[in-house]
Nanobody
């Protein structure tokens, strides 16, 4: 079994910052892409940022310049630094990872989500 556990969410004022973390554990052979998604009330889940095992990153236009994704491969952990937060960033943030549990089997796994609330 593979588990992703997020942490770091909370309530912050507009303009503030947070650091989200997501640690993968369990039967892990290797991790390919990792990423963050978010879902605001009444809206569909949307991509925030992704990072490959080699460190290449991709960001949604709405967060470019404000959010930074990084990962520690030795710890099987992905991070999301969120700066200059806006009320529109309020959402549940979900961690996502493509994980090989052995040399031939892979799957996409999700964390349980962490709430980020930005007050104006």
């Amino acid at each position: 079994q593979v588990q992703l556990v997020e942490s770091g969410g909370g309530l912050v004022q507009a303009g503030g910052s947070l650091r989200l973390s997501c640690a993968a554990s369990g039967r892990i052979f290797s991790i390919v892409d990792m990423g963050w998604y978010r879902q605001a009330p009444g809206k569909q889940r949307e991509l925030v940022a992704t990072i490959t095992s080699g460190g290449s990153t991709n960001y949604a236009d709405s967060v470019k310049g404000r959010f930074t994704i990084s990962r520690d491969n030795a710890k099987n952990t992905v991070y999301l630094e969120v700066n200059s937060l806006k009320p529109d960033d309020t959402a549940v943030y979900y961690c996502n990872a493509n994980i090989f549990t052995n040399w031939a089997s892979s799957g996409t796994y999700w964390g349980q989500g962490t709430q980020v609330t930005v007050s104006s």
